[in-house]
């Protein structure tokens, strides 16, 4: 009885120990939350990813990946993650060994993700990685092979699939609370500055179409539930421009649906604007701006009125949200909502907008 007791009393003292990480080990109900390693240490990891841990019931971050001591240092240290989980990309495939990694985070140029999907997965850990997924099809396909072959699942990171009001515009719009949608356009663009890798082909893959226009295509494809069966495109660059010397500016696109949906795409480097409009038969429903880090604004117009439609708070942000749904679905053996698949469906839509606009005619993309 009293070994019983000693051994019930040193569960409790190594619980609360758990419990007091960073982080915290245990979610709510008593379930380990699965780590994550953040690949790659730029803006969108450190300023939108990582601060977002503190708030998710199933993940937390435990590891850091990063080719500049500095930074490792630095996140290190804020996020309390010990030396011997961080590491730069020649010691990466030592995370087989660190059995706090479940789920590996590629946060990294477009033309470094399929080799760092790929190592994660031989490495054993299930896989997030960034949109765009790849920068090719053929990417697209071996990293799905890849984590299929290792048994881990592939996410790709459309954060707007969990924000509450894309999520309620998905539902309005093929539920038809406007009717049959009959046309979707989708706009993103900003105004890009020089000196981003971003700008650079052989690290991005491509130009607005590859980054921010990823938007428009999603949203095009998620709004009407529907794969397009024809695409054209045109193209408007300044070549003039330095920020322009490899990638394109703008890209208007338009998409056919095999049930007659019409999609009309617009992707920019140079100019600012953040929307969709799903068109029915009996109104509209318009998102501006649409996916946005935060401050979505929707309003609906049916019988001729037009109001804003406004959700209560949310108690899980869209990051919050997309970092959990991976972490549950390792739990459950769910398949994610945007898994690999989904990456490489955007991409067969990406190489036939770009082949459009290159050979000025319209064009049936690839089959998924």
């Known amino acids: 009885m009293q070994d ?3 051994g019930i009393l040193r569960g409790m003292a190594a619980g609360l120990a758990l419990g007091a990480l960073p982080g915290g080990v245990l979610a709510a109900t008593g379930e380990r939350k699965l780590g994550y390693a953040i690949v790659g240490l730029g803006s969108y990891a450190t300023n939108q990813i990582m601060p977002q841990f503190k708030d998710c019931d199933h993940a937390r971050l435990v590891a850091l990946v990063s080719g500049t001591p500095a930074k490792l240092e630095k996140y290190g240290s804020q996020y309390g993650i010990p030396k011997t989980h961080r590491y730069d990309y020649t010691s990466f495939d030592r995370i087989r060994d660190n059995p706090d990694i479940d789920i590996v985070y590629v946060v990294l140029p477009n033309s470094l993700h399929a080799e760092y999907v790929v190592r994660a997965a031989q490495a054993g850990k299930h896989v997030m990685c960034e949109k765009p997924m790849a920068v090719s099809v053929a990417e697209c396909r071996t990293m799905i092979a890849a984590c299929r072959k290792a048994g881990r699942k592939l996410m790709i990171g459309y954060r707007s699939r969990f924000e509450p009001y894309n999520r309620l515009a ?7 609370h406007v ?3 009959r046309i979707i356009t989708a706009e993103h663009g900003f105004d890009a500055q020089p000196g981003q890798w971003r700008l650079d082909r052989a690290m991005s893959g ?3 179409l590859m980054d921010i226009g990823i938007y428009s295509l999603n949203a095009l494809r998620y709004l009407s539930g529907e794969e397009p069966v024809l695409v054209s495109a045109v193209e408007a660059t300044d070549r003039g421009d330095p920020r322009f010397r490899t990638v394109e500016d703008r890209i208007d696109f338009h998409l056919r649906f095999p049930s007659g949906i019409l999609g009309n795409g617009v992707s920019s480097y140079s100019s600012n604007h953040n929307a969709y409009r799903v068109t029915g038969t009996k109104g509209w429903i318009g998102m501006e701006p649409a996916t946005p880090y935060e401050g979505q604004a929707m309003r609906i117009n049916k019988d001729w009125k037009t109001e804003p439609r406004v959700l209560p708070p949310a108690r899980k942000n869209q990051f919050v949200g997309q970092l959990d749904h991976l972490a549950e679905c390792v739990k459950t053996g769910r398949e994610p909502i945007v898994a690999g698949e989904e990456g490489l469906r955007d991409m067969l839509v990406i190489e036939a907008i770009y082949r459009s606009a290159r050979e ?3 064009v049936v993309p690839g089959v998924a």
């Open 360 to 362: 000025g005619r319209a």
């Open 4 to 6: 019983d007791r000693r």
């Open 179 to 181: 009717g049959a949608t």
């Open 170 to 176: 998905i539902e309005l719009a093929r539920g038809g």
């Open 206 to 208: 491509g130009g607005s």
